[in-house]
C-alpha cells in the first residue's frame, strides 16, 4: 500500500479559500450556537448535575450509567457535543494551514475559537464543581457570546480574496452610522450581560438544590430591559439613516436583519416574563440571544469593513 508523507498531506490543502473553507467557517457558527442552547436544555431540565463529576460523568464512570437516568443523558449528550465542535475546529485550522501567513485574518480567529474549547471545559468543569454557582454559569454563557462573535467574523472573512482582506478603502458605513453601530453593540453587550444577571436570579437553575444569586429577580429584569428599550430606539434610527444616505445594499440588509432579531427577541423576553418563564420560551430567549450576538457583529463587521468587496462585484 502506497504511503502518503505528510509533507505531501499538507501540499494537498486549500492555498486559496474554498467552498469547504466556507462551510467549516459556518459549520463553526452553527455549532456555537446549537452548544448555547443544548446548554440551556441542560439548565432548563434540571439536568445540570445530571454528571455530578468533572471530567468524569461519575466517579467511576466517562459516560452516563442508568442510574443517572434521563438528566444523566441531557448533561452528558451536551459533553459529546464538544467532541463535534473540537472536530470542526481542528477541521478549519487544517484545511486553514497553507494560508496560515497569506490569510491571518482567516487563521487567528481559527485558533481563537479552537482555544475557546479547552477555555469551556474548564468553565463547565468549575460550574459543575462549585454545584452550579450562578455566577460560574453566566461566565459559561458570556464565553459562548465571545465565540459567537468570532466566529460571525470568521464567515464573513471568508468571503474576502487575499487583494480584498487588505485593501484599505473608505468603510461602508458613514461616520454616524459607525458611531450608531458602536452604540448598539454596547447596548446589545449591556443587556445580554444583564440578562445572565437576571437568569441568575430566576427559577431555572439548572438543578433542585442550587443556588441563586440572591437578587430580586423583578428588579433586574427591569434593569435589563433599560439597555432593550434604547437598543430598538437606535435599531430603528440606524435603518433609517441607511435608507436615507442610500448606503451600500449588504449594509442595508444587515442592519434590516439585525432590527428584525431585536424584535423578535425584545417579544420573545416580554412574553416570556408575563408568562412567568415557561421553559420553552426561556429556551427560545437564549437562542434569540446567540443569534442577536450574531446578528450585531455581522452588522457591526460590514459596516467597518471596506467598500472594495462591493466594487469589485458592482454591488456599490
Not at 156 to 179: F, K, M
Not at 211 to 221: I, K, S, Y
Request: aromatic share 6%; with cysteine; charged share 10%.
Amino acid at each position: 500500500m502506497t504511503q502518503i508523507s505528510p509533507a505531501r498531506l499538507v501540499e494537498r490543502l486549500p492555498r486559496t479559500v474554498t467552498p469547504s473553507v466556507r462551510a467549516l467557517a459556518l459549520a463553526s457558527l452553527v455549532s456555537q450556537i446549537l452548544i448555547v442552547v443544548t446548554g440551556g436544555a441542560v439548565r432548563l431540565t434540571a439536568s445540570g448535575l445530571g454528571c455530578p463529576e468533572w471530567p468524569l460523568c461519575t466517579a467511576d464512570s466517562m459516560v452516563t450509567t442508568p442510574e443517572m437516568g434521563v438528566h444523566g443523558i441531557i448533561e452528558f449528550g451536551n459533553r459529546l457535543l464538544t467532541f463535534v465542535l473540537t472536530a470542526i475546529a481542528i477541521a478549519m485550522l487544517v484545511v486553514l494551514w497553507n494560508m496560515r501567513k497569506t490569510r491571518r485574518d482567516l487563521f487567528v480567529p481559527a485558533v481563537v475559537l479552537f482555544a475557546g474549547i479547552p477555555a469551556q471545559a474548564v468553565v463547565g468543569g468549575i460550574t459543575v464543581l462549585t454545584q452550579l454557582n450562578p455566577w460560574v454559569v453566566g461566565w459559561h454563557f458570556i464565553i459562548s457570546m465571545v465565540l459567537i462573535t468570532v466566529a460571525t467574523v470568521l464567515v464573513n472573512r471568508t468571503r474576502l480574496s487575499p487583494a480584498e482582506a487588505e485593501a484599505d478603502n473608505t468603510p461602508r458605513a458613514t461616520p454616524l452610522l459607525r458611531r450608531l453601530l458602536a452604540a448598539a453593540g454596547v447596548l446589545v453587550t449591556a443587556a445580554v450581560l444583564l440578562g445572565v444577571v437576571v437568569t441568575g436570579s430566576g427559577p431555572h437553575a439548572g438543578d433542585a438544590g442550587a443556588a441563586r444569586n440572591n437578587l430580586n429577580p423583578d428588579l433586574m429584569t427591569r434593569i435589563h430591559a433599560a439597555p432593550v428599550y434604547l437598543l430598538v430606539l437606535t435599531v430603528l434610527v440606524l435603518v433609517f439613516t441607511a435608507y436615507r444616505l442610500r448606503v451600500a445594499q449588504r449594509l442595508r440588509f444587515a442592519l434590516v436583519l439585525l432590527t428584525v432579531v431585536v424584535f423578535a427577541q425584545g417579544a420573545v423576553g416580554y412574553l416570556q416574563h408575563f408568562l412567568h418563564l415557561p421553559v420553552a420560551l426561556v429556551a427560545l430567549h437564549m437562542l434569540g440571544a446567540s443569534v442577536l450576538t450574531a446578528a450585531m457583529a455581522h452588522a457591526i463587521y460590514i459596516g467597518y469593513s471596506r467598500r472594495r468587496v462591493e466594487a469589485a462585484s458592482g454591488a456599490e
